[in-house]
């Protein structure tokens, strides 16, 4: 079955410009997870939804990032005014249940900002 | 911020060798799993040892883990050069009660090279 996809693979942005990355988690899965994973270094967790509910936002780090999920599938990561220490790789996972269990990730989306 | 530190940072062996890595976390667990990224691919899970268990199979893999050391280790069996990836362990810390969504945080990665 379809894994879960993100869009787009790949993004430049200038600084100071706003970005939306796209997660597309796995149909019916209830969980879905935004991490950000610089070069050379493992994902770090942003931020937790359980179906549309947004439960933990505090690997968020700064006010510039936003996350929704509004209809409890399709998750948007929104970044305002893109710094160069933006520039990372964003992964997003889904699961298929509320409680801890193993997470299908998404390719990700290479953020570069300029 | 990392959970904890992996080692190697990176490993190099031949087809057929069995590698090795470890990890070492911080804090007390829900589970601990592994996974493994290729170039240009997302995450893909491995394997997930709960805190009362402390080794567990899968094909070639061996996962044993000691939660008095706060360490785990991965054991990858008769190599072969599509193993070749960097391996990350993460950890669930839970949440207050025992219960837990599922926030991992990962290590900083081995990056295997298995040589034909």
């Known amino acids: 079955g379809a894994g879960v996809s993100q869009s787009p693979r790949y993004k430049v942005a200038k600084r100071g410009q706003d970005v939306a990355l796209r997660c597309d988690p796995i149909s019916g899965h209830v969980s879905l997870f935004w991490y950000q994973q610089a070069l050379g270094q493992g994902p770090e967790f942003l931020t937790y939804f359980q179906n549309e509910a947004q439960l933990d936002k505090s690997g968020l780090p700064s006010d510039r990032f936003f996350a929704e999920r509004p209809e409890g599938s399709v998750s948007t990561l929104k970044i305002q005014r893109t710094q160069q220490e933006d520039s990372a790789v964003y992964l997003c996972?889904?699961?298929?249940?509320?409680?801890?269990?193993?997470?299908?990730f998404g390719p990700g989306t290479r953020l570069t900002v300029t | 911020s990392q959970q904890g530190e992996e080692d190697p940072q990176a490993l190099s062996i031949q087809e057929g060798e069995n590698a090795t890595m470890n990890c070492s976390y911080k804090?007390?667990?829900?589970?601990l799993q592994w996974y493994r990224q290729n170039s240009g691919r997302g995450l893909v899970h491995l394997i997930l040892i709960r805190s009362n268990e402390r080794e567990k199979h899968s094909g070639r893999l061996r996962v044993t883990l000691d939660t008095s050391k706060k360490s785990s280790s991965l054991l990858i069996t008769a190599s072969r050069a599509a193993d070749t990836a960097s391996y990350f362990c993460?950890?669930?810390?839970?949440?207050?009660?025992?219960?837990?969504?599922?926030?991992?945080?990962f290590g900083q990665g081995t990056i295997l090279t298995v040589h034909p």
């Open positions: 804090t007390s667990i829900n589970n």
């Open positions: 993460a950890t669930d810390a839970g949440l207050a009660g025992g219960t837990s969504y599922g926030k991992l945080t």
């Open positions: 996972a889904s699961s298929p249940r509320s409680r801890s269990y193993e997470q299908y």
